[in-house]
């Protein structure tokens, strides 16, 4: 009693106006504060991928679409997301207002990898970034705002907050007076809550159960549970029935106090009322346990888990958001409840992946991390957990966590590789001394790694500062030798474009530097330089270096190789490569003369390749160089390769060895082996007529001889042009010719067996399936054979020859012909469907289930059985579909097969399926298919199947139904889909309306709505001359807006003879005011208004506020004459007019004609007066004269 009489003082606010409560639905999305992690991206009236923005930038779109895509599936997106957005923004240097929104909402738990402190740091610089771009932001922002704040229980002023708001010339509504209550709450402030909900009353707001929930919330904080047990009453006597939210949040407070005993009395109250509460409320009870220190009660409540579709997401969230606050155990028990996915073999899948990466990326001490990774490996959750730990530690930097789970690794004897230290090298770079970099070398060695080449070369060089010789001293401390720091720091400045730097290095450091990695740096820094001098210089330490290859002992290193280097080659490869740029020609008599000067030999190859490279630009100088260089003076004997002019017989294709043949066989030349390769390409092209023709040319022949690659050639080209006694003769004399060794491949095999079988001697048929010996050393069998064992399978299975068709399949199963799958599979279904026996077709593939996990001619067999309505039938199927791809995607086969036979009711009744899975790419495929297989009926069942279904986005079903519409030419039904997305509330793309426009302006019908710019010009190419000259012109006024070209824009409005849009007009204000050039802006809003029309709201706002904060009262007064009571309340008119008097120093003066009118009011006007009394404003000026405060 002491409790409903405690928390009764709050029936005085609420009884006053009963009549405005608001009835949640069971999960309203401004939901409880407790229960938050919602698809805030999801709640916005379109879907991000349809939404028209004004940006251009089609990145930011991009962007937000895969925020919306990751929100959808996960619940969760990562931060680098969400930063990525915002450098697009500010690439963009604008967002449209429901861009923003979006932005700001994922800023709370949606990123449940992050600390709290470290999401409110990003949504502050998101909204400072906002504001600076001067985005136009309304009283939906800062509630967003206000609810990230929530969640990441992030302590602000309510006070402070309402004042900047009013400020801003922004109204609260009821959302903002409830996020502001919850927020006193969460410091257990019952008092500043109070005097919110007594603010609320005299306002006449609704109240609705999160305002309940928030006094809950505040009661347990300042623990009172009595009075918060108490609120139920409270809420009762009001007319609002608690619902599971309500419950949850008072369960929430009885956790953290750790009494489990209640929790469990009010869950059992709560089923016995039939409330129930969904797994992600036991988790938020989970996680209130676990963060108050009563980790013991956590299985408790796990125990009631129901665990049904989306636990498994919102159980990872809630994980993260434990471990971030230290709570790995009760996260590991979290993580233990999750269901295991298994494989096809029946093994369970690796679980706990995101939970190390998660302790790893908090930091957590590394005495826990080693004990829950070995944990998970015992308990066989994820067998390399010690493993991924370490991944994570060295991706991130981490190099206190890193080195103690490397040394965990090595006592388990784990090979520590090189490359798991480079993450570390990298995270080192920003240490000008290199001391960070060095350590991770020096700590390679207590692993028993030396630093390779390519650690060197890769990671170490490019992120230490310092002279060469600086650079090699330093190594040399991390035991790396003298000439493996010279050969990466040669590549290295060759790679910046030092060439005078390495030449000076490699002259002083003798080492072997490998042509192949060096090659490609030297020719660029030589054009980027032009420094002949230093490329000889280098090349010829190259050409010296080379000798000492031999003697390099580097075991470590797998890029050093052991075989000797031809020294003429070696200059020839640099040489060659200088080749590749359009340049050469200015260089290459200057190189080759500098060749010859340093005695320098290249190959005749070398040579032939420069001249060719060369053409007709080939100089006498150059071919005298050339001849020198490979003379052989200079050099011992050069490498004479010489150059491959012909295409050798075995490449040659049919026509090129015809002629070859006719031309040789005219000059009485042996020509019997290039007749053998055309006796096997006309096989190839299974060419009968030319084969036979060349066989008799061949046994004319006196000791022509038959080979078996022969005899298996020509009997299966018999086989395949259906000649079985030809085929057969060639099978015996292969037979008796090969003996015990006779052996066939697969193909040859199958196709004669079927050629038996098509003769109707089926038993022949499987007897050569099962007795001729196989060729054990088949390739791959190819797409081919496979088509091949397809087109005989489903012949016999059109003919509805059951009994021959699974004997056949049979064998090929049984002697490994053939890979089931389910195009294979398919015949056996089809072969009773032809037959008309439903109930063989069914048992059928059942079978195929069980045996093979596979479902073949599914659709075909669900369209069959739909049709003649045997719905038992049906629901086996579709149970035997689920054992393979899962209930959600055979679910969702059954709704494409229940639109295509025309059943849209029973469609829409599995999409209604409570906790059914969205599958948006099954959709958007199942519409494509449609649309270009011509089927108009399934796509217009499907859009009706999925009418009003907030989850599914129908964008892509009418794209796909307005092709379609456009290929039938049916301009009627293309336009009705317009009209029909208004009724619908739905937003049309922008490729939805360009398509549809192209297609209106080539039929010669009138284009009714406003298309991008893109859209125009397609409009443009099918319009006649006026047409083309009208949307020209608006084409360009939007261009010009967009350039920023205002003088052109304007003179354009002023000119034209036609009139513009109010959206394209509103674009011009908006512009004009971001360049200050206000008085242009004020004056067509005039004009605008003038004409009975209001600019776009956001604009309209926009123009108000930058009125308001110069203090340009004169022009506001003018604005307010033309607008309606109802008009100025949208645009917080009064609230404007306020700052404006306050920013101009008039603010007492205007406070005093608030008073006077106040005083004049009758009882008639006192509502009117008090409806349009500027409250945010006139607090505002109190602040700054707060001897004003009496009146």
């Not at 957005?85 to 604008?94: D, F, G, M, T």
């Not at 003697?551 to 050093?560: A, C, G, L, P, R």
């Amino acid at each position: 009693m002491a409790s409903i009489l405690r928390s009764s003082k709050f029936v005085r606010y609420i009884a006053g106006f009963a009549r405005n409560i608001v009835v949640n639905t069971p999960r309203e999305f401004d939901g409880n504060f407790v229960n938050s992690a919602q698809c805030f991206c999801g709640s916005s009236p379109r879907n991000l991928a349809t939404q028209t923005s004004v940006l251009t930038d089609q990145n930011l779109e991009t962007s937000l679409k895969r925020i919306d895509q990751d929100v959808r599936k996960s619940g969760r997106i990562s931060r680098r997301d969400i930063e990525d957005v915002l450098e697009e923004i500010r690439i963009a240097r604008s967002a449209t207002s429901s861009q923003s929104l979006l932005v700001i909402r994922c800023c709370g738990n949606l990123v449940p990898e992050e600390l709290p402190e470290t999401r409110t740091k990003l949504v502050q610089e998101i909204w400072n970034t906002l504001n600076k771009l001067n985005v136009p932001m309304d009283i939906s922002h800062y509630n967003a705002l206000l609810r990230v704040y929530l969640e990441n229980e992030h302590k602000f002023s309510p006070t402070e907050f309402l004042s900047e708001v009013e400020s801003k010339g922004i109204e609260p509504n009821r959302v903002t007076y409830q996020r502001l209550i919850a927020r006193y709450c969460q410091d257990g402030d019952i008092e500043g809550a109070t005097k919110i909900l007594e603010y609320m009353r005299e306002k006449e707001m609704s109240v609705n159960e999160n305002v309940f929930n928030a006094l809950i919330v505040g009661h347990s904080n300042a623990g009172d549970m009595e009075s918060a047990q108490g609120i139920l009453n409270v809420m009762t006597q009001a007319g609002l029935e608690p619902s599971a939210d309500t419950y949850t949040t008072l369960l929430c407070g009885y956790a953290a106090r750790g009494d489990i005993d209640k929790i469990m009395n009010i869950t059992d109250e709560c089923e016995a009322k039939e409330i129930f509460l969904l797994d992600k409320d036991y988790l938020d009870i989970v996680y209130s346990l676990a963060t108050h220190g009563h980790t013991q009660h956590v299985p408790a409540v796990l125990n009631k888990v129901k665990k049904a579709v989306g636990y498994p997401q919102d159980a990872i969230n809630v994980i993260l958001r434990l471990i971030n606050k230290g709570q790995e155990d009760a996260a590991f028990m979290v993580l233990k409840s999750l269901p295991r996915i298994t494989r096809e073999d029946g093994t369970n899948l690796p679980s706990g992946m995101f939970f190390i990466k998660q302790m790893v990326k908090a930091n957590r001490p590394i005495e826990k991390i080693i004990q829950l990774c070995e944990q998970l490996e015992k308990e066989e959750l994820y067998e390399r957990a010690l493993l991924l730990a370490v991944e994570n530690s060295l991706q991130v930097g981490n190099d206190k966590l890193a080195y103690p789970l490397l040394e965990k690794l090595k006592e388990k004897g784990l090979e520590i590789r090189q490359h798991y230290f480079w993450p570390l090298i990298v995270s080192k770079a920003n240490d000008p001394a290199g001391k960070g970099i060095i350590q991770v070398l020096q700590k390679m060695q207590d692993f028993n790694l030396t630093p390779s080449g390519e650690t060197v070369r890769e990671y170490v060089i490019p992120n230490l500062k310092g002279k060469s010789s600086e650079l090699i001293a330093k190594l040399r401390e991390a035991n790396v030798s003298v000439g493996s720091s010279a050969c990466s720091l040669v590549i290295h400045l060759l790679q910046k474009n030092e060439i005078d730097e390495a030449a000076a290095l490699a002259n002083s450091v003798r080492a072997y530097y490998q042509p192949e990695l060096v090659k490609r740096a030297f020719t660029n820094a030589f054009y980027k330089t032009n420094d002949i001098k230093s490329y000889m210089s280098l090349l010829r330490t190259f050409y010296e270096a080379a000798d000492r290859k031999n003697v390099i002992q580097s075991q470590d290193d797998e890029e050093v190789v052991s075989s000797t280097i031809d020294k003429t080659a070696l200059i020839g490869t640099f040489i060659l490569d200088l080749t590749t740029n359009r340049r050469f020609l200015e260089v290459a008599e200057p190189i080759l003369e500098a060749l010859v000067n340093e005695g320098l030999s290249i190959s005749n190859t070398t040579a032939e390749k420069i001249e060719e490279k060369l053409g007709e630009k080939m100089t006498e100088n150059i071919s005298k160089l050339l001849g020198k260089l490979t003379s052989g003076e200079l050099t011992p004997t050069p490498i004479n390769k010489k150059k491959l002019s012909y295409v050798p017989s075995h490449q040659m294709n049919i026509a090129q060895l015809e002629r070859l043949v006719q031309n040789l066989s005219s000059k009485g030349q042996d020509v019997k082996g290039l007749k053998r390769q055309l006796l096997t390409l006309y096989y190839r092209a299974k060419d009968l007529n030319k084969t036979e023709q060349i066989l008799e040319e061949l046994k004319q022949s006196s000791d022509f001889v038959f080979t078996n690659g022969m005899y298996a050639q020509l009997l299966d080209l018999y086989a395949y042009h259906d000649n079985l006694e030809k085929a057969m003769e060639y099978y015996e004399l292969l037979k008796k010719d090969d003996g015990d060794k006779f052996t066939l491949d697969d193909g040859k095999i199958v196709r004669l067996a079927c050629l038996f079988i098509k003769k109707g001697r089926i038993d022949e048929g499987i007897k050569i399936l099962e007795t001729t010996p196989r060729d054990e050393k088949n390739e791959e069998r190819n797409f081919t054979y496979s088509a091949l064992v397809w087109r005989f399978l489903n012949s016999l299975a059109e003919e509805g020859k059951v009994e021959e068709l699974n004997k056949v399949f049979d064998a090929l199963t049984k002697h490994d012909f053939i890979q089931v799958n389910n195009v294979l599979l398919g015949p056996l279904i089809k072969v009773h469907l032809t037959r008309g026996d439903l109930d063989q077709a069914l048992e059928k593939f059942e079978w195929c289930v069980k045996q093979y996990k596979s479902t073949p001619w599914k659709n075909e067999l669900a369209c069959r059985l739909i049709q003649v309505e045997d719905a038992e039938k049906l629901q086996k199927l579709t149970d035997l579909s689920t054992l393979v791809h899962g209930e959600v995607n055979s679910l969702y086969d059954l709704v494409f097969a229940f639109v295509e036979c025309g059943r849209i009711r029973q469609a829409r009744k599995i999409l209604e399926t409570p906790g059914l899975h969205n599958r948006p790419q099954r959709i958007n495929s199942a519409c494509e298919r449609y649309q270009q297989e011509g089927l108009v009926k399934p796509l217009e069942g499907l859009k009706d199947a999925t009418k009003d279904m907030d989850h599914i986005d129908r964008s892509d079903i009418y794209y796909q139904l307005l092709l379609s519409y456009i290929k039938q030419d049916d301009t009627d039904k293309a336009f009705g889909l317009w009209m029909q997305m208004q009724e619908e509330d739905l937003l049309p793309s922008d490729q939805f309306l360009s398509t549809l426009a192209a297609h209106l302006n080539e039929k010669g019908r009138e284009v009714p709505f406003v298309v991008s710019e893109e859209s125009f010009q397609i409009i443009q190419t099918s319009q006649t001359s006026t047409q083309q000259h009208q949307q020209s012109s608006q084409s360009i006024f939007r261009q010009c807006i967009k350039n920023g070209n205002l003088e052109e824009a304007l003179k354009m409005k002023r000119t034209s003879k036609e009139k513009f849009s109010v959206v394209d007009l509103s674009a011009l204000i908006e512009t004009l005011v971001q360049k200050n050039q206000v008085q242009e802006a004020y004056n067509i809003t005039m004009e605008i208004l003038d004409r009975g029309n209001l600019p776009v709201n956001k604009v309209f706002r926009f123009l108000l506020n930058k009125l308001a904060t110069s203090g340009d009262i004169a022009m506001l007064e003018k604005i307010g004459s033309k607008l309606n009571p109802e008009v100025k309340k949208i645009v917080s008119f009064d609230n404007r007019m306020c700052h404006a008097n306050l920013v101009s120093g008039k603010g007492k003066e205007y406070l005093e004609k608030l008073q006077e009118d106040i005083d004049k009011a009758t009882e008639e006007t006192l509502p009117h007066i008090s409806e349009r009394f500027p409250r945010g404003g006139a607090y505002g000026i109190l602040e700054k004269h707060p001897e004003l405060m009496d009146k």
